[in-house]
């Protein structure tokens, strides 16, 4: 037998012969010229629109029985703007240049053998998320776009929602002639699903999981596909000897403050010991004011004494919320240490206005992001020019940083002879 | 506790404690200027001349408790020769190019901030390989160049043997001031090591299985790390109604008979209902000329009677031997349709004078590789130019095809600012 045939789970589950559908849809997709692919996008844009009352029903029949969180309930409402602001992401894509069939890169060999290496989509993605229903839209829209075909299964308690946006979705496929089978979701809510995609070898070939840490963390440790995980960030903002003062307050209470919940806003302050003595106490205080509380080290109490103790775990805690932890150090050698210590490969930022330092830094620290003179909460594929993203890789192959279409993409060598035979 | 330190096994065992290590030296790597790793490599390969005779040595140690099979032992032994070539080989990897810090991308926004993307190492690779001691020698060069520890894992059999390649390797890393924990063995013979490298999530970056079929499943099925499998190459050449005669008999001959035992070799014959009559009996000839034997469908039946019939099996399997599965096609899409469905996603190729079917075989083909008017023999890092390889990447993500030094990096993000913060 073959190694596709093989490796393929000989599990015959509703997930297992939604993806062999998929795989199908997933050949004509790639095939397919790039208007019709963007002709599904603006079909479907419009069809959420169209469908905007019954996706609202959908939803409302979700809330209805949700009985968790305040902030979870909040990311699980779906309004007439949300649901506004899915069909723009889809039009926004449809504007995008076309990822399939860019060469990556071409040369030619002494036997006249030309060989290119071309950008070609990954296939089947699946994609586990839990609670914002957009993440349906969004995520079908990119596949779509990228060639991919794509497996949906959504939190059981946003079922009627997800539901909704995919008849959407299927409707635009529909109107481009493309196959239904190129966006499935999962059809029930049962949560069986989730492993029987996590165990799909040879089926889907890639897996993202969209959610809390207990999700991403049961997904990176349990599939047996290939994972893009977008897990923790715990950034760090180093503020070095050269930094120029108010650059540094601006940028720290930026990458702090301007949202506390996102995985790229900076939960540690790194500040060398040469220029905390003057800073740190306007830091202190300018965040203060925003609301944020901090956990510092002996070296910046000695410092600012009112600061509360910063304990080991606190400098390993990502704390999503308005909360510093700062610790002062001796130079960019001790800030790379920290990082490679207590980071999580995430996005780093050094503030200063000497460029060796800078080049040392970002030469040094081994994260999907490195950033000069900027606030990490930078670190978004829109602010990165991809124009939508399905996340943040925080793994190490394949992709890292904000996940476009680019990054859902992989390739395949072209090589054309004029009879050449192997000597 | 953040997401890097979360992910990490917390197990003890000696396969953990030499990836911390490794981490750690890998770090160093990463920094160390082209010159330095360049250095190492030359060195190891002054050493593995030097250290010729102990290699044999500990070789005939190994090879005189083996009692597997004659092709098995026949890879397993090392000559003045073979050790030549390994020494060989990484002088050739100090000639190419260095991979670390290339700018993959680069683009300014709207806001001003300059965006890069730049290769820099996977990190910490595993390497479990079987039989070829050479592999050792290979993968730690190939290591050492593009900045990532590896640590190895051979066959028991081989154990000896690759102690002994390895002190070659530290006395070049040694030589270059480079840290001895870039390149590792596992300690012992010990099976349960390869066990802790397939579980050391977040302490191995990315493991590479080198071996037979059943090694490589084992550990595609088994591994909690990114896989980069070597699986099975079902190869197939089609000849197209519009293929020129003569070059068709060539490439086919090459690309079953060159070498049978390769991934690259063309297992599966599919030619066109239109130029069978004529060409087949002629292909038939050269290869049983050349020793081959064959599986034909009931349409080559029909036109050479001789051959033996194919079971669905057959089209399956991958010979790795002088055997040749054929069937006759009606057409570039049916020659598609049976490379998706019997394929291992390898390498195709066409045979034709026609461009529009080419093109046709080309887009569709959804294949590692695919070729026109070339041997599937051709699929090879060598042959591509990249100078050497560790490998054909037979999955979906991360790489695909021969890899070589580009293939064990990955890529970071730099951003440079001048104050800019989010709004």
Redesign the interface.
């Known amino acids: 037998?073959?190694?596709?045939?093989?490796?393929e789970t000989s599990e015959t589950n509703a997930i297992a012969a939604m993806a062999r559908e998929a795989r199908r849809a997933a050949?004509d997709l790639?095939?397919s010229p790039t208007s019709v692919r963007d002709k599904a996008l603006w079909a479907a844009s419009a069809a959420l629109r169209e469908r905007k009352d019954e996706i609202l029903a959908a939803n409302a029949r979700d809330l209805e029985t949700y009985s968790g969180t305040e902030s979870f309930r909040d990311r699980l409402t779906l309004t007439e703007e949300r649901i506004e602001a899915m069909a723009r992401g889809l039009e926004d894509m449809a504007d995008l240049p076309d990822p399939l069939g860019r060469v990556l890169a071409e040369?030619t060999?002494p036997n006249g053998?030309k060989?290119r290496r071309v950008a070609?989509p990954?296939?089947v993605i699946g994609v586990i998320y839990e609670s914002r229903p957009n993440v349906g839209a969004d995520a079908a829209g990119l596949a779509i776009k990228s060639g991919n075909a794509i497996i949906l299964r959504g939190g059981s308690e946003s079922f009627y929602s997800a539901e909704a946006i995919h008849a959407a979705m299927v409707e635009g496929l529909r109107a481009a002639g493309l196959p239904e089978a190129a966006v499935q979701v999962a059809p029930s809510a049962d949560r069986r699903h989730v492993a029987d995609m996590m165990s799909a070898?040879g089926l889907i070939?890639?897996l993202i999981p969209r959610g809390g840490k207990s999700l991403v963390?049961r997904v990176?440790?349990e599939a047996?596909v290939?994972v893009?995980a977008h897990?923790?960030g715990?950034c760090h903002t180093y503020i070095h000897s050269g930094a120029?003062s108010q650059?540094a307050r601006?940028?720290v209470?930026?990458?702090k403050m301007?949202r506390t919940g996102i995985c790229g806003s900076t939960e540690t302050l790194l500040i060398d010991a040469a220029i905390a003595p003057s800073l740190l106490p306007q830091i202190v205080e300018d965040l203060s004011a925003l609301g944020c509380d901090f956990r510092a080290d002996a070296r910046a109490r000695e410092i600012v004494p009112m600061l509360p103790a910063a304990s080991e775990?606190d400098f390993?805690?990502?704390w999503l919320g308005a909360i510093l932890s700062i610790a002062v150090v001796d130079g960019v050698d001790a800030a790379l240490d920290h990082i490679?210590h207590?980071?999580?490969?995430?996005t780093e930022s050094i503030v200063t206005a000497d460029e060796a330092a800078a080049m040392r830094f970002?030469?040094?620290?081994?994260?999907?992001?490195?950033?000069?003179?900027?606030?990490t909460?930078?670190c978004?594929g829109g602010?990165?020019?991809f124009g939508a993203e399905i996340g943040i890789a925080?793994?190490?192959?394949?992709a890292?940083?904000p996940v476009g279409l680019e990054q859902l993409m992989?390739?395949?060598?072209?090589?054309?002879?004029?009879?050449?035979?192997?000597s």
């Open positions: 037998m073959s190694a596709s045939m093989k490796a050949r790639a095939q040369w060999r053998l060989i070609t990954v296939g070898a070939d890639l963390e990176q440790n047996r290939p893009l897990a923790e715990l120029e650059m601006k940028i209470a930026n990458a301007r775990a390993a805690t990502e490679a207590y980071g999580s490969a995430h970002m030469n040094g620290v081994d994260s999907a992001v490195v950033m000069w003179n900027a606030s909460q930078f978004d602010e990165f020019g925080t793994g190490r192959v394949h890292r940083g992989t390739y395949k060598y072209e090589v054309i002879g004029n009879g050449q035979v192997r």
